[in-house]
Antibody
Framework: QLQLQESGPGLVKPSETLSLTCTVSGGSISSSSYYWGWIRQPPGKGLEWIGSIYYSGSTYYNPSLKSRVTISVDTSKNQFSLKLSSVTAADTAVYYC???????????????WGQGTMVTVSS | AIQLTQSPSSLSASVGDRVTITCRASQGISSALAWYQQKPGKAPKLLIYDASSLESGVPSRFSGSGSGTDFTLTISSLQPEDFATYYCQQFNSYPLTFGPGTKVDIK
């Protein structure tokens, strides 16, 4: 069955760029039926949607992070990636990648999630 | 952005209890609502989508209802494995938003 796995550094220095990759296995990222997204969760807090991408490269970002976020897709590697620039301690969180159903020309629910990866911003 | 509120923020219940969690949207979202269960150290798990559709493999004791601005997640008979935090999420419009969560613990 389809699985998602996040990878990337667990420690990032303040003001630098956080970079994570999500590898999709057991299915194709190029499916026209899904979007692919990033969600984060600071320690002890709730969930925040960061952004989503379609296999064609169309992107959708949370306005609260839009100026610092770039999400890209590499269909040849069946991966999509997150870059978050100018990080601060407030960006410390567990970062999840997830699949979203595409319904009625828009997003649906997050139906498959990666296990998550903890990223700490500290010098 | 559409804001989601959940009530209660936490509750204590016993095995076998009927549990109801409410999610309210700041504006109408039709039926574009999902419910997730999250256990400590784990990723959220989709329980309900389109407000009332049960995700494949999810026990039938979970049910969802509502449309517009008011939604409910019900667990008909709480089981030991159901102690967790529950989140609602709207997908009616961008930005996608989550509720603050409801923690269900053992009484």
């Amino acid at each position: 069955q389809l699985q998602l796995q996040e990878s990337g550094p667990g420690l990032v220095k303040p003001s630098e760029t956080l970079s994570l990759t999500c590898t999709v296995s057991g299915g194709s990222i190029s499916s026209s039926s899904y979007y692919w997204g990033w969600i984060r969760q600071p320690p002890g807090k709730g969930l925040e949607w960061i952004g989503s991408i379609y296999y064609s490269g169309s992107t959708y970002y949370n306005p609260s992070l839009k100026s610092r976020v770039t999400i890209s897709v590499d269909t040849s590697k069946n991966q999509f990636s997150l870059k978050l620039s100018s990080v601060t301690a407030a960006d410390t969180a567990v970062y999840y990648c997830a699949r979203l159903e595409k319904i009625h020309l828009g997003p649906g629910a997050f139906d498959i999630w990666g296990q998550g990866t903890m990223v700490t911003v500290s010098s | 952005a559409i804001q989601l509120t959940q009530s209660p923020s936490s509750l204590s219940a016993s095995v076998g209890d009927r549990v109801t969690i409410t999610c309210r949207a700041s504006q109408g979202i039709s039926s574009a609502l999902a419910w997730y269960q999250q256990k400590p150290g784990k990723a959220p798990k989709l329980l309900i989508y389109d407000a009332s559709s049960l995700e494949s493999g999810v026990p039938s004791r979970f049910s969802g209802s509502g449309s517009g601005t008011d939604f409910t997640l019900t667990i008909s008979s709480l089981q030991p494995e159901d102690f967790a935090t529950y989140y609602c999420q709207q997908f009616n419009s961008y930005p996608l938003t989550f509720g603050p969560g409801t923690k269900v613990d053992i009484k």
